[in-house]
C-alpha cells in the first residue's frame, strides 16, 4: 500500500445528546486520498466511496465516560448505481482497551430506513467503559477487506458512538416493589448487569411518558429524583 494514499482524519468530534458525532473528516480512509477510490469530505461532509476491494474507515474517541455503555452506529447510504454490497457483509467493531467486539450486517432492503434512504447499522454494537485500562481511547471501524472483491457507492454520512438505550431488554419481569403507582422495579440488562431498575410493560410507552429514563445516566438520575422526591441511589451512579 502507498502510505501516501491514505487520508488521517482530524479525529474531530461534536458532542451531543445521545453522546458523540463524528463526520467523516475525522475518520481515518484507506486510500482516502486517492481520488480514484474515494471522494474525501471537507469539514461535516458525507464521504462517497468510489470503488475499492479494500474497504477500511476507522475512527476514535477519547473523551469517553468512565462506567458507561456505549453503542457505535454508522449512517450511511447507497448511490443508485452502488455495486458490491449486496453480496458483501460488512464488518463493523469497537475497541476500548483490551475489551473489543465486532458485528457483520449487510446493507439489505429490510435494513434501510425508508424515510430517509439511510442505513443505520449495525444494531446494538456496545461495549463498556468499566475497569482500569492504559488507552482510553474508544476506536471503532467498518471493514470489507477480507473478500478481495471490489465494490463503490458506498455513502459515509458519520459516525455515532453514543449511549446505550438502558432500558432495552427486560430479562426478568417480577414485580419487587411499587415505586409509584404507576411504575414498579423489576430487574433489567442494564450497562451489562442486571440490576433492579424502572421499567414500563412497553418500551415505547415508557419512552413517551419516561423520556429521561433512555437518555444520559445523568439526566436518568435528575429525572428519577424528580419524580421520587428523593434522593436515589443505584448501582453505577
Not at 500500500?1 to 445528546?17: K, V
Not at 454508522?74 to 443508485?80: A, G, H, N, S
Not at 463503490?152 to 417480577?174: E, T
Request: a neutral charge; hydrophobic letters at 35%.
Amino acid at each position: 500500500m502507498d502510505l501516501n494514499s491514505h487520508y488521517e482524519g482530524t479525529h474531530a468530534f461534536d458532542l451531543a445528546d445521545h453522546g458523540f458525532t463524528i463526520y467523516p473528516a475525522a475518520l481515518n480512509i484507506i486510500w482516502g486520498k486517492d481520488g480514484r477510490y474515494w471522494k474525501l469530505p471537507k469539514e461535516k461532509d458525507q464521504a462517497e466511496l468510489v470503488q475499492v476491494s479494500w474497504l477500511e474507515v476507522t475512527g476514535c474517541c477519547d473523551k469517553v465516560k468512565p462506567n458507561t455503555t456505549y453503542e457505535v452506529e454508522f449512517e450511511l447510504k447507497l448511490t443508485p448505481d452502488a455495486f458490491g454490497f449486496n453480496e458483501l457483509p460488512l464488518y463493523f467493531m469497537v475497541k476500548w482497551g483490551s475489551k473489543n467486539k465486532w458485528k457483520k450486517i449487510y446493507l439489505t432492503k429490510e435494513a434501510i430506513d425508508e424515510s430517509t434512504g439511510t442505513y443505520c447499522v449495525p444494531n446494538n454494537l456496545t461495549i463498556d467503559t468499566a475497569g482500569s485500562e492504559s488507552d482510553k481511547k474508544l476506536c471503532f471501524g467498518l471493514y470489507e477487506v477480507w473478500s478481495g472483491k471490489w465494490k463503490g457507492g458506498l455513502i459515509i454520512k458519520k459516525g455515532m458512538p453514543k449511549y446505550a438505550k438502558y432500558l432495552r431488554d427486560v430479562v426478568a419481569n417480577k414485580v419487587h416493589w411499587l415505586l409509584t403507582n404507576n411504575m414498579a422495579l423489576v430487574n433489567i440488562l442494564w450497562r451489562n448487569h442486571k440490576m433492579e431498575e424502572a421499567t414500563w410493560k412497553d418500551e415505547k410507552e415508557m419512552n413517551s411518558k419516561y423520556s429521561f429514563m433512555f437518555s444520559t445516566p445523568e439526566i436518568y438520575a435528575e429525572g428519577m429524583n424528580d419524580l421520587c422526591g428523593k434522593e436515589l441511589k443505584y448501582p453505577g451512579f
